[in-house]
Structure formats: structure tokens, C-alpha cells
């Protein structure tokens, strides 16, 4: 084909592309105005059906928006009440109970004394220790709770709770000793305890045997 035949028909394409979208743009351009104009209308009649308006006057009142209560996480809701629930009493004592004897040692009701036989043996190897030296009450009762708690988490059968002999407590009066035993007494998780063997530091600490968790 000969090259100004080619070139016609390029021409004529392009022209007819350039139509197509001059075409498109006057239908844009015309949509744009309609949509402007019913706009217009819609509006006009709306002020119209309402007429005549007055802004309101300012009011002397004070708004004040009411803040909604901070939520309040479930675990550690579940975590207060468990606390709660645990919580020992220095009122408790263990002169309350029986399965006691001299050697202070302990068994809930239920448990045979030949479990505490072998706990003073060391039947069960202690898995892990608390010491309360230098604890106030308060710190120590706190202390013991959470070991506790934490031992039968980990699946521990047989721990060491180690009190003091109270020598250097005012009049070399053993306080933690006791309230120790007491405590420990007020925990379901604790089976059975009794004084440690010399090697594992004799009057000043407990052997104490946990429930399987």
C-alpha cells in the first residue's frame, strides 16, 4: 500500500479518536451540570419546607459528659477473688487440728502418718525452697502465698520453707516459726509437713508435701 494511503487512514483514526473523546467529555461536562442543578433544587426545597429559622439562644447550663467507668481486666478480677479466697489468718491456729505431734509435723485429715514418716526420711526430693529471713509478718504470710501458689503451678510435690530459728528476733522468740505452721495448715494444696532434717536446716525450716496439681 502506498505510504500516503497509510497515512490517510492513520489520519482518519485519530480524528476519530479525538471525536470519541471530545463526545465523552460534553457527557461528563453535562452530567456535572445536571447533578449541579438538582443539587440546587433539592436545596431550595428544603429550606423552603422548613421556612424561616431562628439559631437557639446560648443556655447557661453547664453540659458535662459523662466518663464511662474504667473496664476492669477479668483475670485479674479472677486473680482478686482467688487472693481473697487464700488469704490466711493470723487468728488460725494449728493446736486447732489433730495429726499434729512434738516434732511439728502435720497431716491433713485423710493422710496416714507413714506420709510423714516419709517426708522426715526425705522419701520426696525438695524441688525448691522459700526463705523468709528478714520478712515482716505481713511480707512473710504474702511470700508463702504466692510460693505456693507457684509450686503447684510448676507441678512441685515437695518444697522447703525455711522460718528461722528466731535468734535474732526481740526476746529470741521464734514468730515466723509459728505462723508459718498456721499458715500452712489454712492451705488446701498442702498435704502434709514437717520439721527438716539437720542437713536441711533442722528447727528453722518445714518440709512441707503439696497436692498433685
Not at 50 to 67: C, E, W
Not at 70 to 88: F, N, V, Y
Not at 117 to 142: N, P, Y
Amino acid at each position: 500500500m502506498p505510504a500516503s494511503i497509510k497515512d490517510f487512514a492513520g489520519l482518519k483514526s485519530l480524528q476519530k479518536d479525538l471525536k470519541s473523546k471530545e463526545e465523552a467529555r460534553k457527557a461528563a461536562e453535562e452530567k456535572r451540570l445536571q447533578d449541579e442543578k438538582t443539587a440546587q433544587l433539592e436545596a431550595d426545597l428544603f429550606r423552603r419546607s422548613i421556612g424561616d429559622v431562628a439559631p437557639l439562644t446560648p443556655s447557661n447550663k453547664l453540659n458535662l459528659a459523662t466518663s464511662k467507668p474504667l473496664p476492669i481486666a477479668r483475670q485479674h478480677l479472677a486473680d482478686e477473688q482467688a487472693a481473697l479466697r487464700e488469704s490466711l489468718s493470723d487468728e488460725f491456729t494449728i493446736e486447732t487440728l489433730l495429726e499434729t505431734d512434738e516434732a511439728l509435723s502435720y497431716a491433713r485429715n485423710g493422710i496416714g502418718q507413714d506420709v510423714v514418716r516419709k517426708l522426715r526420711r526425705g522419701h520426696w526430693v525438695i524441688q525448691s525452697q522459700l526463705d523468709l529471713h528478714g520478712l515482716r509478718t505481713d511480707e512473710a504470710r504474702e511470700a508463702l502465698g504466692e510460693f505456693l501458689r507457684g509450686a503447684i503451678k510448676r507441678g512441685q510435690r515437695c518444697v522447703r520453707v525455711i522460718h528461722g530459728k528466731g535468734l535474732g528476733s526481740i526476746n529470741k522468740e521464734p514468730v515466723l516459726k509459728n505462723k508459718v505452721r498456721n499458715w500452712l495448715v489454712q492451705r488446701d494444696e498442702v498435704l502434709a509437713f514437717c520439721q527438716a532434717k539437720a542437713a536441711d536446716g533442722g528447727a528453722g525450716a518445714l518440709v512441707v508435701l503439696l497436692r498433685a496439681s
